[in-house]
C-alpha cells in the first residue's frame, strides 16, 4: 500500500470506528507498515478526527520522521509486525480499540483465551484470542507477553490475528485496514453475544463443527 493511500486508510477506518462506539475519546490507535517504515495515529488523537497529513511517520528503526507525536503503542505494534509476520508475512496493519464489549469480559475473566467458540465466523474470521494479564498502558512486559503468544500458536499451527489486553482492549491485524478491521468487529460483536447470554455458559461449536470449519474454510483453530 502506497504511503498516500495508507493515511487516507487510516483517517476513514479511524472515522468509522468512532462514529460506531468502538472507540470513544482519545483511545485507541491505528498503524500501517509501509515499505519504508511505519504510520501510526499520533499519542492523545481522536480517531474519529483524525488529519491524514498529521499521523506520525516513523523510520523502519522506530525513530520518527514527520507528523505529531507518535502513540507510544508504537513499541508493541513493532513488536506485532515482528512476530506475527513469521506466520502471516502481508502483516501491514495493526489497530487497537478500547471496545467496550472486548473490555467487559476482562473484568471476571479467568483464563488463558478470551472466548470460546461461540459461532462459526468468530472461527473463521478470527479464531483464538490470547488473554494477556494486566500491564500498565505501554509496558514493555505486555509486548513480550503479546510476542510470545503469537509465536506459540504460530508455531502449534493455529496462527493468530489478535490478542486481547485485560482491562484495556484487543489488539488486532491483517494485511489492510479494512481487513483489520473486520477482524476487530467480529470480535467485539462475539464478546456482546456473549455477555448478552448473562450468567448463563453459552455452549461452544463441538469438536466436530470446529474440525469441518478447518476442512472447509481453512478456519485456524
Not at 18 to 23: A, D, I, L, S
Request: aromatic residues 6%.
Amino acid at each position: 500500500m502506497k504511503e498516500t493511500q495508507a493515511r487516507e486508510e487510516i483517517c476513514r477506518i479511524g472515522r468509522s470506528l468512532f462514529e460506531r462506539g468502538y472507540v470513544h475519546a482519545t483511545a485507541g490507535n491505528i498503524s500501517v507498515r509501509l515499505a519504508d517504515g511505519f504510520l501510526i495515529t499520533p499519542t492523545d488523537a481522536c480517531l474519529g478526527f483524525l488529519d491524514p497529513a498529521r499521523l506520525a511517520k516513523l523510520d523502519t528503526e522506530g525513530n520518527q520522521t514527520a507528523g505529531d507525536r507518535a502513540s507510544k503503542t508504537i513499541a508493541l505494534h513493532t513488536r506485532i509486525y515482528t512476530a506475527a509476520r513469521k506466520f502471516d508475512a502481508g502483516t501491514a496493519c495493526v489497530i487497537h480499540t478500547h471496545s467496550t464489549h472486548c473490555v467487559a469480559l476482562t473484568l471476571n475473566q479467568q483464563g488463558d483465551e478470551l472466548l470460546p467458540a461461540l459461532t462459526p465466523y468468530f472461527v473463521m474470521k478470527v479464531g483464538h484470542v490470547p488473554l494477556i494479564p494486566y500491564h500498565r498502558p505501554g509496558a514493555p512486559e505486555a509486548a513480550e507477553s503479546v510476542a510470545q503468544a503469537i509465536e506459540r500458536h504460530g508455531a502449534a499451527g493455529t496462527p493468530i490475528r489478535a490478542v486481547m489486553l485485560e482491562r484495556l482492549g484487543p489488539n488486532v491485524w491483517h494485511e489492510t485496514p479494512g481487513a483489520a478491521m473486520a477482524v476487530l468487529e467480529e470480535l467485539e460483536e462475539t464478546a456482546k453475544l456473549h455477555l448478552l447470554t448473562g450468567m448463563a455458559k453459552p455452549q461452544p461449536l463441538s469438536d466436530e463443527q470446529i474440525d469441518e470449519l478447518r476442512r472447509t474454510f481453512g478456519a485456524r483453530w
